[in-house]
T-cell receptor, first 113, second 115 residues
Framework: AQSVTQLGSHVSVSEGALVLLRCNYS??????LFWYVQYPNQGLQLLLK??????LVKGINGFEAEFKKSETSFHLTKPSAHMSDAAEYFC???????????FGTGTRLQVFP | GAGVSQSPRYKVAKRGQDVALRCDPI?????LFWYQQALGQGPEFLTY????????KSGLPSDRFFAERPEGSVSTLKIQRTQQEDSAVYLC????FGTGSGEQYFGPGTRLTVT
């Protein structure tokens, strides 16, 4: 069965610092991987997705993620954090048979001035 | 509308009451998904429609949960005889095609509180 694991339920960074949110996946077939962001009392918004076209994926708001098959990882990064990046971030894998998304438990990002 | 809408945004129900949660997907989207998000957790899959056909309902936690999409557009998630453990945010998402690589667009969710 496919699954994702997000290491670190909370990450705190200073404004301007590097953001690194970790995600490891488990899949027996090439996966489709996603990062979503959720602001308080809002639905999820897609940041970026990996669908095997390129291993380095660029998304919105300056975020990017690199698919590393050897490490079964899909970590999310941003070179310089902004206060507006404070939110909950979810990594997800798409089930190849049914298209449903299987989410990790989420990482709450705090950005300090 | 431009996005997925859900109503009501907030619902308080007494234990044992029935509730109905509505989802209006983006016009023309073939696939529709329901997820349940407990406090502090990631969303968990409940059920999936392709047009009016319910192709997967493996995530529904009990037979008290029922979903329909009779005309392939609007969907309703019904919970009968609500229990406290049903308290959660219920998210609806739609996508243009059911291919697995397609982006799912999420609504704002309905926060259900069972007292």
């Amino acid at each position: 069965a496919q699954s994702v694991t997000q290491l670190g339920s909370h990450v705190s960074v200073s404004e301007g610092a590097l953001v690194l949110l970790r995600c490891n996946y488990s899949s027996s077939v090439p996966p489709y991987l996603f990062w979503y962001v959720q602001y308080p009392n809002q639905g999820l918004q897609l940041l970026l997705k990996y669908t095997s076209a390129a291993t380095l994926v660029k998304g919105i708001n300056g975020f990017e993620a690199e698919f590393k098959k050897s490490e079964t990882s899909f970590h999310l990064t941003k070179p310089s954090a902004h206060m507006s990046d404070a939110a909950e971030y979810f990594c997800a894998v798409s089930d190849n048979n049914t298209d449903k998304l299987i989410f990790g438990t989420g990482t709450r990002l705090q950005v300090f001035p | 509308g431009a996005g997925v809408s859900q109503s009501p945004r907030y619902k308080v129900a007494k234990r044992g009451q029935d509730v109905a949660l509505r989802c209006d997907p983006i016009s023309g989207h073939v696939s529709l998904f329901w997820y349940q998000q407990a406090l502090g957790q990631g969303p968990e899959f409940l059920t999936y429609f392709q047009n009016e056909a319910q192709l997967d309902k493996s995530g529904l936690p009990s037979d008290r949960f029922f979903a329909e999409r009779p005309e392939g557009s609007v969907s309703t998630l019904k919970i009968q005889r609500t229990q406290q453990e049903d308290s959660a945010v219920y998210l609806c998402a739609s996508s243009l095609f059911g291919t697995g690589s397609g982006e799912q667009y999420f609504g704002p969710g309905t926060r259900l509180t069972v007292t």
